[in-house]
């Protein structure tokens, strides 16, 4: 079946510094990818929706700035988490229509910024 | 908008007992509704899809779900509750005209007692 690959699982990264999240479409193409964020406890927040070959859709209230996904392509989807804070400690999930009504979604990654 | 409900934020429940973990949902066309499981640290991993059918949907691991139109609900089942079915689950709806974001519900942990 259809299958995302995320990496890195777990990155631990010093304050100021940025870190990047990519998310791999294998034996399919992902012309769409969802980024979420999860704090615990709580559900899934949706932060974009990137699309290859053209700029990603940034939900209200996330800094475009501040989250930078990029969409090289089919298969290539990245969220950068640019100059990152204690406060941008998280959990990401990317996730792409693996088939004509459902998704699949990366395994995750475990930011801790300090 | 779109919106999901889980009213429980833990079900307990005995190996070998029947389980149900609740869901309703709001959606302005016809619902495309999903089940999804989350282990620690993990993404998310389908469990089972309404589209359109039968209002009863069986899934992955003897999960299954019942559509009710008239109660917006789409309840989670599964018979004989394992140990290993302690989780986090996740409830989803999307609107069924075009392609549209996905919404979740919170999260139902589970925790199924020895």
């Known amino acids: 079946g259809a299958v995302v690959s995320q990496h890195p699982s777990r990155v631990i990264c010093k304050s100021g510094t940025s870190v990047k999240i990519e998310c791999r479409s294998l034996d399919f193409q992902a012309t769409t990818m969802f980024w979420y964020r999860q704090f615990p406890k709580q559900s899934l927040m949706l932060m974009a929706t990137?699309?290859?070959?053209?700029?990603?859709?940034?939900e209200q209230g996330v800094e475009k700035d501040k989250f930078l996904i990029n969409h090289a392509s089919l298969t290539l989807s990245t969220l950068t988490v640019a100059s990152a804070h204690p406060e941008d400690s998280s959990f990401y999930i990317c996730?792409?229509?693996?088939?004509?009504?459902?998704?699949?979604f990366g395994s995750g990654t475990r930011l801790t910024v300090v | 908008a779109q919106s999901v409900a889980q009213p429980e934020d833990q079900v307990n429940v005995a190996e070998g007992n029947p389980l149900t973990v609740k869901c309703t949902y709001s959606v302005s066309g016809n619902p495309y509704l999903f089940w999804y499981v989350q282990y620690p640290n993990r993404g998310l991993q389908f469990l089972l899809k309404y589209i359109t059918g039968d209002n009863l949907v069986k899934g992955s691991y003897g999960f299954e779900a019942e559509f009710n139109k008239s109660q917006t609900s789409f309840h989670l089942k599964k018979p004989s509750a394992l140990v290993s079915d302690s989780a986090l689950y996740f409830c989803?709806?999307?609107?069924?005209?075009?392609?549209?974001?996905?919404?979740f519900g919170i999260g139902t942990k589970l925790q199924v007692i020895p």
């Open positions: 996730s792409a229509p693996g088939s004509p009504y459902g998704y699949t």
């Open positions: 989803a709806v999307r609107d069924g005209r075009g392609y549209q974001k996905v919404t």
């Open positions: 990137s699309n290859e070959g053209s700029k990603a859709t940034y």
